[in-house]
């Protein structure tokens, strides 16, 4: 069972530079979610998307761009990397988007220089 | 390594004894309740969730208690074993709000 799957697990990029992160699910799962995960703070989402076709907005959502054009696919784009998005960077999956809890994949480590 | 689990509060517990981890958390509106496990260079795992018609709720070596009228969520594990040692924090959402999970507790288990 795959569960959520993140690609790549590590990257070092250089600021203004631009690169997809991907997520894929097998679960059917219709919510998908981005989250970044820095020292001292909880996670944060970035967008999120209810189904195929739809997404949104998260809390934290500035220098990011989503699509979600299949069930299964989420991916994150970094439009001109900066240092501030230095972080780990976490997909996550559920049925639905209310009182469900949430599948996450092992990350990306995403350093920007 | 992974830096996630730096500056944050940690308790130590010995193998074999219980662990108890706790969580305020703030929006009184909230009825649903998550905790998860994240290990070093995991991703979260869920633990156990409770809903607030409950106070308490019971898994497999793990019993979460919910108390709202403090806004208060803990995790209790019972026998603690060194794969035990991780980050735990809770998340809380309801209705149409978006989860929002805490900053975490670390739990070093000594052997």
């Known amino acids: 069972n795959a569960g959520v799957t993140q690609t790549p697990k590590f990257q070092v990029l250089k600021t203004g530079q631009s690169m997809t992160l991907q997520c894929a699910q097998d679960?059917?799962?219709?919510?998908m979610s981005w989250y970044r995960q820095d020292p001292g703070m909880g996670l944060r989402l970035i967008h999120y998307?209810?189904?195929?076709?739809?997404?949104d907005q998260g809390e934290v959502p500035n220098g990011y761009n989503v699509s979600r054009s299949t069930t299964e696919d989420f991916p994150l784009r970094l439009l001109s990397a900066a240092p501030s998005q230095t972080s780990v960077y976490f997909c996550?999956?559920?049925?639905?988007?209310?009182?469900?809890?949430?599948?996450f994949g092992d990350g990306t480590r995403l350093s920007i220089l | 390594g992974e830096s996630v689990g730096l500056h944050l509060p940690t308790l130590s517990v010995q193998e074999g004894d219980n662990s108890i981890i706790n969580c305020a958390y703030s929006?009184?509106?909230?009825?649903?309740f998550i905790w998860y496990k994240q290990e070093s260079g995991k991703g979260p795992q869920f633990i156990i969730d409770?809903?607030?018609?409950?106070d308490k709720r019971q898994g497999q070596r793990v019993t979460v208690l919910l108390n709202k009228t403090v806004k208060h969520l803990s995790l209790q594990i019972a026998a603690t074993q060194p794969g035990d040692s991780a980050v735990y924090f809770c998340?809380?959402?309801?209705?149409?709000?978006?989860?929002?999970f805490g900053t975490g507790t670390k739990l070093q288990v000594i052997p």
């Open positions: 996550a999956s559920s049925l639905r988007r209310d009182n469900q809890p949430q599948h």
């Open positions: 679960m059917n799962h219709e919510y």
């Open positions: 998307s209810v189904g195929a076709g739809i997404t």
């Open positions: 929006n009184s509106a909230s009825d649903y």
């Open positions: 409770i809903r607030s018609n409950m």
């Open positions: 998340a809380e959402s309801g209705g149409y709000q978006k989860v929002t």
